[in-house]
């Protein structure tokens, strides 16, 4: 959430700043400072209605240890009492409508992000790896996986419809060997401490990071009276870890790994990816999430990006870093770099992890503060989240790219101890 005195304060600036995303927000801040002039005016005589029946307060007192009749001096508390009730309630309104529609701006974009419109105006930063030359034509990972016994599709959808699969033996096992190999990476080699999250969480925590009031048509919600969704990403329980708390900034920053399932309903994204893993309704992913003080954010977001392209380094996978346009940033997100792995059977790069910085809008949403040196005024913190990577996605990278001539597919170096030293999937 965006802090509503800079709203105030500087809404020119503001509103030039959310306009680079693409979206005309003009109406939503204009109600925004009709709101906040609303609450200037309450302010005052809520102010001093309570001040007077705090000075009436003091008359009584004074009265009563004089012997005097006090009956006229509580009658007019009474009558103080119910104007500060009417200021309370006006400004309690007025709060309640500005409070839901500051919930719904976006994030405001870094100085450094390139203004555009879409992914074609994302400027490319860096590039690791060549594509496989193959002497023949790849195949797509649907096929391999079928051919191989590793992938069913059609049980799935017998089971739970269109946009799930079913992985068999070195098909499970592959994806169980990703999991194991990237938690280890990010603990062991990039000193993040692994969690195990709640897959369920309640509409606080979807406030929290963004997902909520603006994308449920995105979530899972589960029916009958709990207020619980099914995550669409580990990122939500991981930065609502330390919501409500105030934190030691000596101890910044902190990171966090975690894998999870991931459910989402992938709504407006009909036709698309329709055949395969790309884009499934439940799916694995490893994440990141880092808390930061604000001077050290956007170091650490390179850092938490670094780690994310470590794990298809060590994969021998080739990929690219694309740091997104100001028109296809994510809602909550003030800079985002997104990776991209290459997909022989496309002949393109494929987004496998997406890592941002979204600065203090989601601690503001979640109340995440820190103390520097552990004591003093709070401040809110930064929030820092990256795939690191999506494992269906790096499942189909590596069936695609290590694919054989013959159907078979290779097993990368790093994984082959996470497969009891299995080198090669080929069909059973």
């Given at each position: ?115 555009g419109r879409s992914a074609q105006d ?88 963004g997902n909520l009031p603006k994308f ?104 690219r870093t694309v740091l997104l346009c ?103």
């Amino acid at each position: 959430m965006l802090d509503p005195l800079l709203i105030r304060d500087h809404v020119k600036t503001v509103h030039r700043r959310l306009e680079s995303r693409g979206e005309d927000l003009s109406a939503t801040i204009e109600e925004l400072s009709k709101l906040d002039s609303a609450r200037r005016m309450i302010l005052p005589g809520l102010e001093k209605a309570r001040s007077d029946r705090k000075e009436l307060g003091a008359r009584i007192a004074h009265a009563k240890s004089q012997g005097s009749s006090i009956d006229a001096l509580v009658q007019s508390g009474e009558q103080y009492a119910g104007q500060i009730k009417d200021w309370e309630e006006q400004l309690e309104k007025v709060e309640t409508e500005r409070q839901a529609l500051c919930l719904t701006l976006p994030n405001l974009p870094h100085e450094s992000v390139p203004i555009g419109r879409s992914a074609q105006d994302n400027p490319e930063v860096r590039r690791h790896g060549e594509a496989p030359s193959l002497d023949f034509d790849p195949k797509p990972h649907w096929d391999l996986g079928t051919a191989l016994g590793i992938l069913d599709f059609e049980r799935a959808a017998k089971i739970a419809g269109a946009r799930f699969s079913v992985l068999v033996g070195a098909g499970a096992k592959l994806s169980r060997a990703l999991i194991a190999f990237m938690l280890d990476l990010h603990t062991k080699d990039h000193g993040y401490v692994e969690v195990e999250p709640p897959f369920l969480v309640n509409s606080g925590a979807l406030v929290g990071t963004g997902n909520l009031p603006k994308f449920e048509d995105d979530l899972f919600k589960i029916g009958g009276d709990w207020d619980l969704y099914l995550i669409p990403t580990a990122e939500v329980p991981l930065c609502n870890l330390h919501s409500n708390e105030i934190l030691d900034g000596r101890k910044l920053p902190i990171r966090y790994t975690a894998y999870t399932p991931c459910f989402r309903s992938e709504a407006g994204s009909y036709g698309k990816d329709v055949r395969g893993l790309i884009r499934q309704h439940q799916f694995d992913k490893v994440e990141m999430v880092a808390y930061s003080d604000p001077e050290n954010s956007y170091a650490l977001h390179e850092e938490l990006t670094h780690h994310a392209e470590e794990v298809l380094k060590r994969l021998s996978l080739p990929y690219r870093t694309v740091l997104l346009c100001t028109g296809d940033m994510g809602f909550a997100a003030a800079k985002t770099y997104d990776i991209e792995v290459w997909l022989p059977s496309q002949k393109a790069y494929r987004e496998i992890s997406s890592c941002s910085n979204t600065e203090s809008f989601q601690a503001r949403r979640a109340n995440i503060r820190f103390r520097r040196e552990g004591k003093g005024k709070s401040e809110f913190v930064h929030t820092l989240n990256g795939s690191g990577v999506a494992v269906g996605r790096a499942l189909i990278a590596v069936l695609e790219n290590y694919q054989q001539k013959d159907g078979s597919v290779l097993i990368p170096d790093a994984l082959q101890p996470y497969m009891n030293g299995q080198e090669i999937i080929e069909p059973t």
